[in-house]
Structure formats: C-alpha cells, structure tokens
C-alpha cells in the first residue's frame, strides 16, 4: 500500500467529526428482542434484591411475561407486514425484520416459553429437607460432594439464575437468525452460547458429568468460536464490510463504491473461500453437523435434561436461522462452490448420525445423535437453494424443536433413586407399568421417524421435495435410506417399552406438575396438528420464505 | 352435495376404535361388543357402497375432493372403482369375523396395572387398521394413499408386537422375544419399502406437479405430461418396492412367516388377508395407472419373481413344520398367483387376480381361524403335536378341510375360479410361465393334504382326545365363511360383474389388448 493511500486513510478517519449521525433505532421493530435482554436484566435485579424465598416465583413470572410478550410482539410485527411488504433492514443496518426472522423468533420464543415450563418444575425430585426443588443444583458454586454443597442443599438453596441465563440465551437466539452484518451476527453467537454453557453445568444429580459436559462444550465452543471470528475477519479484508449486502454485491461484483484502502485486497477469492469456509463451520457447529458435531452427545447427555431440551430445539432453529441467512444472502453468487461442500456435509451427518444413534444405550445420548441425523435432513432442504427450500427449513424447524423439547420433557420423568433413569435398559416395560407416558413418547418417536400423520413426516416431505426440486435427487436418496436406519432405533426403543417385561427394579414414573403436562401436551398437540392440518403453518412458512438484502 | 359415504366407510371405524380405546379396563366386554358393533355397522357402509356402485357407469364413482394441503399439492380425494369396491367388501366383511374370532384372545392373563388394557387395545387396533386400510382402498390422490399406507403399518406393528398365542411351546419369555423380532422386522420391511416409495412420491410430484390419479392420468392422455423413460421406470421401481415387500414377492416375502407365526390367528389373518391386499391393489392402481409403459418393461422380470413366489413358497409350505408357518408359506405362493395375473397384462388375469385378492381373503380366513382355534386347544402350533383330531372334533376337522380345499383350489369352490381364470390369462401371452405357475397347484394339494392328514386322521393322540369341537361362537365365525367359498365358487358372477369393467380401464391404461386366439388355418 503507498504511502498517500494510509495518509487519505489517517485524514478521512480523522475528519468527519461532523457526519457522525445519531444512530436510528427502530424501538418498535426491536421490540422482542428489547424486551427479552430488559427482562433479562430485571432478572438479575430480582436475583440480587428479592428475598430467597420469593426469587423463584418473581423470576418465573418476570420471565414467563417476558416471553409472551416478545411473542405478542413477533406476531404484532408480523401482522403488520414486517415479514412480507414492509420487510426490511433495522438498527443502521445490523437486523434484518422480514419474514424468516420473524418466524425463526416465534418458533424460538414458543419454543423457550414451553423449555422454560420444564425448568421451572419442582415436583420431580424428591423433596431435599422439606424443600421443593428442581432439576438444577443448590449452589452453582459449591464443589460437588463438599460440606458446602451439603450445606447449600439443606438450605434449600436453589438456583434461580436459570430464568435470567435463560432469557439472555434466548435475547442471543432471537439476534442470530436476524443479524445483518457479520459483527452482529458473531456477537449473538456469544450471547446465546456464554449462558448455554452455563446452563450445562447446572445439574443438581451427577454434577461432574454435567461439569464435564460444560467445559467439553465451553471448549469446543470457544474454538468454534474463534474459527467463525477468523472467517468474518478474512471476510471483512475480502469485502472492506461487515454488511451482508455489501458481501453479497462483492461476491456478485457489482459492488459501487470500492473503499481505495482495501482496493489490494478486495475481490481476493483466496480470502472469501477460506473465510466463507471459516464462517461457515462455525455455524455448522452450532447445529451439530457432522464432522462438528462431538460435542452434541456429551453435552446432550451431561446437561440438565430441561436444558438439553431447550438447548437441542432452540439453538437449532437459531443456528439453522443464521445459516440459511449467510448462505442464502451473502454467499448465494459462490453457490456452485458450497453447495457440492453441503451435500458432502449433509450426506455424511444424515448417515452418521443414524447409524451411530443405533449403537447408543443411553436414552439422552440416543436423541443426540438423532438430533445429528435430523441436522443432516434439514441440510438437505438449505441445499435445494429455492424459495420453497426456506420455507421447509422454516417448517422443519419449527415442526421439530416441539418434538424435541416434548421428548426430553418425557426423558425427564422417567426416574429411579439416582435421578433421570436414562439408560434404556431400565425404559424396558414402561408401556405396561405407565402406558399414557410410554405411549407420549411413543408418539414422539415415531414424529422423530417420520411416520405420517406425525409433524415429522410433513417436515420431512417438504424439505426432501424441496430438494428434490433444487436438483438433489440423490440427496433425497440417501435421506431416505437414513431414515429407514433411523427408524429402527426409534423403533428398538417402542419394542423396548411396550414388548419386553418391566424389570422389578425399574424406575418410576414421577408425576409431573401442570408445568411438565403442559409442555409435554404441547408438544403432542403440535406433532399431531403440524400432521394432519399442516397447510396453515406451510402457508405461514410460505409467506416468511423471502429475505430482505 | 351427496353424502360422503365413503368417508363414512372409513371413519366409522375409525370411531370405534377410539371408543372401543376409551372403555375402561373393567368393562372389558363392553369393549368387545362395541368393536363388533362398529365392525358391523362398518360392514352395513360397505354394503351401501357396493349398492350405490354402478358397474357400467364412471371409472371413479362416489368421489369426494377436498381441499387439504395445498402447498404439497395435496388433495383429499376419494374415489372407487369396482377393484376398490370389491376390495373394500372383503375388508368389511371379514374384520366382523376377526374380532369374533379374537373374542378372547387379548384377555389380561393377570391383572398387571390398572391402566393397563390390553383387551381395548387390542380391538381398536385392529379397528384403526380397517379404518386406514379401507381410506387406503379409496384414495384417488397418491400422497393420501401414501400416509394411510405407512400409517397402518404402526397399529399392525402393535397388533403383531404386542399380542400373541397364549400357549407357546418355548415358555412366555421366549415368546416375547420372538413376537418383538417378529413385529420389528415386519415393521422395518415395511418402513424401508414404504420409504423408497416416498422418494418415488417426491420424483412424482417434481415431475408432475400434483398427486391426482386422474389429473396424472388426463395429463398423460393429452400429452401435456411427458415422463422420460428413465425417470418413469426409476419412479415405477420406487411403487413397486413398497408394493412387493407389502404384497410379499420373493424376495422380499421374509418378515410374513415370522409376523404370521407370533401373532393370533385373527391379527395373522388381518395381515394376510386384509392388509397384504393393500399392496396387489395397489400394484393395479398405482403401478399400472401411472406408469404404464415401464410396467410393461418391467413385466418379464416381475413374473419371473411372481413364478418363483409360487413355486418357492408352495414348496418351503410343505417343508413347514409349524401350522401357522405352513400358511404363510401358503400365502406368499398364493400373492405369486395374484402378481402374476396382474402383470399378465390381459383382461382375464387381471379380473382372475383381483378375484383371487377376495378369494385368497376368505379362504385364508377360514384356514387360519380354524387353525388359531385347533392351536389355542392343544397349546401348540406344531403339526407332529396333532393327530386324529376328526375323531374327537368332527366340524373342527371338517371346516378346516374345507378350508385347506379352497387352499388348494378345488373345483367347486371359489378359489378354483380365480386360479384358473389367472392361469388361463397368464398363458395366453406366456405360456412357458403359466406352465411353471401350475406346478404351484400340485405342491399346494400336496402341502394342504398332508396337512390335513397329519393332523386330523390316524390314531387319536392322548393330548388331543379331551379336545372339545367348535363351539358355538366359532361355528358362526366359520360357516359364514364356508357358505361364501361356495357360493362364489359356484357362482362368481356377483364378483366379476363389479371388477370387469375396472379392469377394462386398467388395460387402457397400459394400452394392451387381449392376444387373439390364433386359429391355424385349415389346409
């Protein structure tokens, strides 16, 4: 670079003190991301003034409110035309409010209000000293099997930081889907996963495993991380920007004005591949595609099974949310180079994952890997790179994160002295002993495999024809073989709770509080509807199936 | 607009299984009487049906369309034509006697926990499965045939799974193992068929925009429709995967020995009799509607299959040592002749093959109930374990002989006509198959008489000697039957009145004619 180059550089930066603009909100566009981070923040309000004895309650109701009302919000924006007519771009750039945004924000929403339900139950486990407690541990802080600990749980302590973790989760999950430009977008990332990672380690039973998991997943998280970093930093040379549009002209090369600063290195395919790459695997990560995804099962099983559930639905719909986004808005002029890359990408996660899932002996362990197979069908509805591809994502997602938190709001209740009873050994006989709760899950399962009349086949009928039409017959193909592999262990599980003998000394099934009822009701009425009726959600997800640029 | 009877049809069954669910578990036989209340008034829709069919009128009579998912290209349409019909009469007719027959075969054997029901269950299973077979016989659009195709594959899997013979010769525990691996295998067959043809489904859709029989079918005759050829036979492949596993063709045919032997005799004959017919149906309906021209590719090699599913099965049929097993065997050998008369592509084997549909039905039906009430007697399914039954329970043997005639196709009774109806229609386009074919006769008299012989003559055995005959339940089960098989084997006009002229549009389907007899000229 000559020397006149980096001066005009120092002069332009020094001088337009004057053209500095009062950034412009859109407080109204915002709104339900604002009112998660708001309640969020009132949460560690609560937490640090309310009185011990009131936090959980105050939290509950600060968050369940919360909730709703960004909920209320997404559908107020959406009914007035932000996910079609009036779509556009908000905050100076940085969010995008059109219809696959507002879509992936209310299933994400829904999804945690229902998650949220499974956190908040208190009649699981045992009584410790004449307290209710939940399925998170007394002291986050105390080591596990100290005097501390014990102590703590005599106390009664429990940790109601879980509602505010949560709500900054979800404030990171709304953002990632929507950002605009890359510093959001990796910004969000932080966001929705520092509290993840915490969440992890929250178990009240088998805590070091569950501190395991956290620190399996904080790691490989902050790799991911640092990968996606370097990508948008390789990006950011081969472009001069952070916005998605502007990526997009450069790729497209019909970019206008060309910063002379950044004119060497602009347009170097060397640098978008490598950081497109870098990117890209960053995200893939976050939904759990093979070959990213060996932390899913650790973490799956460590984690408190409330969390595992929130964590395996919402976090896939926001992952799949911002991946669609960068593949679909900033990198649809390098198509013909990531999408062979995706096809590899989705063949090997859709076949992995069923095949490992059918080694797995450990319940939690089993629908992680099924979570990886079901990553590798949703990746074959982003490849089809059509407009009926987004809206089967959509439709997949949102059809799929009811399903999972369902299932593992079953998983939940199933428990003997030591806790959650996962090993499946033990879920043998279950349909005789409770068969409403067997057959739940039997239901959920069979959603997971695709049966029809199930939310799972219709999810998997749109993003197979999507494909199909995007010219990936073979990917169909090979779907569909994953499938039928995927069906026996789904299947090895129904003949395991409906066919064999229940052992003497099997678990219980606890009895939920209405909280656990409704999260599970809801999820079977979503897989049932999203089966039979499911052409009013398509349509919805139809109409939220365009990005605005 | 007229009442929707066929949808009637189908969901009165449909509600009876879920009432029939809803009992609760001390009213147990109030379950069962309103399973066969609701059997019954499903029979009474079916009669309507067939009344309100009109042989000589439109090729899809009492249609229904609804709008349902449109962003698939999904339609809900209903439509029969008078293989549906006559399909759907077999269905109706015979699940009244299957739950007769099962009357007491899902009683809990010991009072397990107080949610547990295994006796309502076990009728609204078989319920849902009429229902879904039945909406699987009517649908005109393809998805809809699709999701009621693998959808019956689930309270099957239960049915097969979850209820077995009391009396089993390896103790309880074994039982259970072998009943699960039979249920799983049925279902992973199944599921892996059904599977392939849901990507066939897709291609469909890519290549032809929508689901409807007739809409593909009028899209073609005016040309505006055109399939490669190499997208058409893969597509073709894809049905005829899922229909050949149902249907069972060798190779394919391994799970229903299996799901045949674990389960009760009237869940055995639900699968051979009712819902095996789903996938011949659907090889006329489907395989030779859409795809015409790769079906008349494909037919040399599908009959070779159907020959060697005659042959094989009638053979390893008389190897069997194990009753149940032994009609399976039976059965798959039967499906032969039935594939075989539809891919002989003349009017003859087809009428004989869907004759043979309902036929194979009733007489199966009787074979296998008689056999489920001679095991439940003696507590054992192996034939060395009868001997001189006809001595001790003369109706028992004598129906059951009737029943194994009919198996074997003797004159007089309605199997006969159907057999050679097929074999006639087989050989006139190809003779040296429908010669192998009728080798298959001679192994069934033999696998169905020493049967008989084995069980029922020679000197009464102690085990059997306290053996009560049929009882009056039974009798009225059975006669029924026994009175149909005559009656259609002396006169099956009835039948082929209804199917013919279906037939007829399925031949213009694939745009065949019958061969002209060929006369050499006389010098």
Known sequence: MSATAVHSLWTTAADPISKIDAPKIEYGQLAPTLIIVGAAVLGVLVEAFVPRKSRYYAQ??????????????????????????????????AVAVDGP???????????????????????LDPEAHGNRVDSFVAQAASVPGSDSEKKAVRAGFTTTEVFPLLLFAVAGMLVFPAANDLLTLFVALEVLSLPLYLLCALARRKRLMSQEAAVKYFLLGAFASAFTLFGIALLYGYSGSMSYSTIAQVVDGTVQDVDPALADTMGNDALLLVGAALLVMGLLFK?????????TPDVYQGAPTPVTGFMAAATKVAAFGALLRILYVVLPGLRWDWRPVMWAVAIVTMLAGAIVAITQTDIKRLLAYSSIAHAGFILAGVIATTPSGISSVLFYLAAYSFVTIGAFAVVTLVRDAGGEATHLSKWAGLGRRSPLVAAVFAVFLLAFAGIPLTSGFAGKFAVFKAAAEGGAAPLVVVGVISSAIAAFF?????????????????????????LTMTAIGVGVAVTVVLGVAPQYFLELAGDAGVFVR | MSFPLLTAT????????????????AKRTAAKWLALLFSLATLASAIAVLVRFDPDGDRYQLTESHAWIADFGVRYELGVDGIA????????????FIVLAGWNDADPLETGSKRWRPTQGFFALILAVEAMVILSFEATDVFLFYIFFEAMLIPMYFLIGGFGDRAHEHGEEKAATQRSYAAVKFLLYNLAGGLIMLAAVIGLYVVAGNFSLTEIAEARADGSLDMATNTERWLFLGFFFAFAVKAPLWPLHTWLPNAMQESTAPVAVLITAVVDKVGTFAMLRFCLGLFPEASTWATPAILVLAVISIIYGALLAVGQRDIKRLIAYASISHFGFIVMGIFAMTSQGQSGATLYMVNHGISTAVLMLIA??????????????????????????GTFLIGGLATLSLPGLAPFVSEFLVL????????????????GIVLAALYTLVLYQRTMTGPVKPEVSAMPDLRVREIAVVAPLVVLLVFLGVYPKPVTDVVNPAVEHTMSDVQKKDPQPEVEAAK
């Open chain 1, 60 to 93: 509950m109701f600060v968050a369940v409110v919360a909730l709703a009302a960004a909920f209320a919000a997404v559908v107020a924006l959406a009914a007035d035309g932000y996910g079609t007519t009036k779509a556009g771009i908000a905050a100076m750039g």
């Open chain 1, 101 to 123: 945004a507002l879509f992936l924000q209310g299933t994400i929403l829904l999804t945690a209000l229902v998650g949220l339900f499974t956190f908040a139950e208190r009649r």
């Open chain 1, 287 to 295: 939904v759990g595609a093979v070959p990213f995804h060996m932390w």
């Open chain 1, 490 to 514: 789904y299947i090895r599980v129904i003949v395991l709770m409906f066919f064999s003998e229940p052992r003497p000394e099997g678990p219980t099934v606890a009895v939920p509080s209405p």
């Open chain 2, 10 to 25: 189908a969901v009165l069954p449909a509600i009876g299984a879920i009432a029939t669910a809803a009992v609760p578990a």
């Open chain 2, 85 to 96: 019909v006559a399909l759907i009469a077999l269905t109706a007719l015979l699940i009244p």
């Open chain 2, 372 to 397: 489920g009430f001679l095991i439940s007697r003696r507590g054992s399914r192996l034939i060395a374990d009868f001997g001189g039954v006809q001595k001790v329970a003369p109706v028992l043997a």
């Open chain 2, 424 to 439: 006639v229609g087989t050989f006139t386009r190809y003779p040296v198959i429908g010669v192998i074919a009728t080798f």
